[in-house]
C-alpha cells in the first residue's frame, strides 16, 4: 500500500484511540453518512469537477477506513487489510482476462464473464436476492431488470414505470441519471 494509505490507516486507528466523537460511532450510527458521501462523489461525477470528486472520494475513502478501525478496535475480526486483500483478490477473480488465460475482445464480454463469475460465487435464488432494500426503486427496477429475462406484464403505474426503466435498459441510459436530469431542467423552467 501506498505511504499516504497506510498514514490515512493510523490517522484513524489514533482517533479511534483518542477521539471522544470516534471512540463512541458505530457502524450504525455512521451509516447515514456512508449514503450521504456516496451521493456526494456521485455529483461530483455528475458535475464533472475533478478536484470536487477527488475531495468527496476521500470522504468516501474515510468510512471504509473508519469503519474497518471500529472492527479492528472492537475485536470483530477484521481490519483495512482484510477489506483491500479481499478486495484486491475479488479483482483478480473476475478480471481473468487480466489476470488469467480468458481471452476477450470487448466490454461487454468482460461484464458478461464478471457477472457469470458473481453469480457462481453468490448461488442467488430469486432475482431481487442481494439488491440493497435502500436502494432508490429505479436502480433496483434497473438491476432486477438486468436479472430477469421476460416481458414487463400489467398496466397500472408501477407496471410502466417498470417498462420505461426496461426502455431506458434497451437504450443503454441510466434511468436514474436520466429522470434526475429531467427533473434539474423542470425545476430551472
Known amino acids: 500500500m501506498s505511504d499516504e494509505f497506510d498514514r490515512l490507516v493510523e490517522v484513524m486507528r489514533r482517533l479511534r484511540a483518542e477521539c471522544p466523537w470516534t471512540r463512541e460511532q458505530t457502524h450504525a450510527s455512521l451509516r447515514h453518512y456512508v449514503i450521504e458521501e456516496a451521493y456526494e462523489t456521485a455529483e461530483a461525477i455528475d458535475l464533472a469537477d475533478s478536484g470536487h470528486l477527488r475531495e468527496e472520494l476521500g470522504d468516501l475513502l474515510m468510512q471504509v477506513v473508519i469503519h474497518a478501525a471500529i472492527a479492528e478496535s472492537d475485536d470483530e475480526g477484521w481490519s483495512t487489510d482484510d477489506v483491500v486483500r479481499e478486495i484486491a483478490d475479488k479483482l483478480v477473480h473476475r478480471n481473468p482476462h487480466v489476470f488469467g488465460d480468458v481471452t476477450v475482445s470487448s466490454a461487454a464480454e468482460v461484464d458478461a464473464n464478471w457477472q457469470r463469475l458473481k453469480a457462481e460465487r453468490k448461488q442467488r435464488t430469486h432475482p431481487s436476492e442481494g439488491i440493497p432494500k435502500d436502494l432508490p426503486a429505479l436502480m433496483a427496477a434497473d438491476k ?43 425545476a430551472d423552467g
Open 144 to 186: 432486477v431488470l438486468g436479472r430477469v429475462d421476460r416481458p414487463v406484464e400489467g398496466d397500472d403505474l408501477g407496471a410502466r414505470l417498470l417498462r420505461l426503466v426496461a426502455e431506458a435498459r434497451d437504450q443503454g441510459v441510466d434511468p436514474e441519471a436520466e429522470l434526475r436530469r429531467a427533473t434539474r431542467r423542470h
